[in-house]
């Protein structure tokens, strides 16, 4: 890698600096610092590509919440969007979960039992 940025720095002046040959390169080298920790340790990923999409749900959820309507839709859009994404974080079906309970709800489900109602506890039904 030295020489292949080495021979960068030699023939960079030689080209149009609007080229995009000359862009790439001045893109390559400002980035040389975080290059360093992917090529030494197999384990450093190239890209942020995976941190970005794992929060782009809560990045869009939080945006669309600006339009709840009144502080107590934007309270109870909240709600919704943190036992959802708590069912995603779970490995649970966010609609199945959500059905089996309002369901339960709906039929009396006791309140000393509320526990077994969580997404973690989800058993679906058969």
């Keep these: 890698m030295q020489a292949l940025f080495d021979l960068w720095e030699r023939e960079l002046p030689r080209i149009s600096g609007k080229s995009k040959l000359a862009e790439a390169i001045r893109y390559?080298?400002?980035?040389?610092?975080?290059?360093?920790p992917f090529l030494d340790d197999g384990r450093v990923e190239i890209d942020s590509n995976i941190v970005e999409r794992a929060i782009r749900p809560q990045a869009i959820t939080r945006?669309?919440?600006l339009f709840a309507g009144s502080a107590?839709?934007?309270r109870t859009r909240a709600s919704i969007a943190?036992?959802?994404q708590t069912c995603k974080m779970n490995g649970v079906d966010p609609y199945a979960w959500a059905q089996q309970t309002l369901?339960?709800?709906?039929?009396?489900?006791?309140?000393?039992?509320i526990e077994a109602l969580m997404p973690w506890n989800f058993k679906p039904t058969a």
Excluded: F, Q, Y
């Excluded at 390559?28 to 360093?36: E, I, K, T, Y």
């Design 28 to 36: 390559a080298r400002s980035h040389r610092a975080v290059l360093g």
């Design 63 to 65: 945006k669309n919440s």
């Design 72 to 74: 107590g839709g934007g």
């Design 82 to 84: 943190t036992m959802l």
């Design 103 to 113: 369901e339960r709800i709906a039929d009396r489900w006791p309140n000393k039992d």
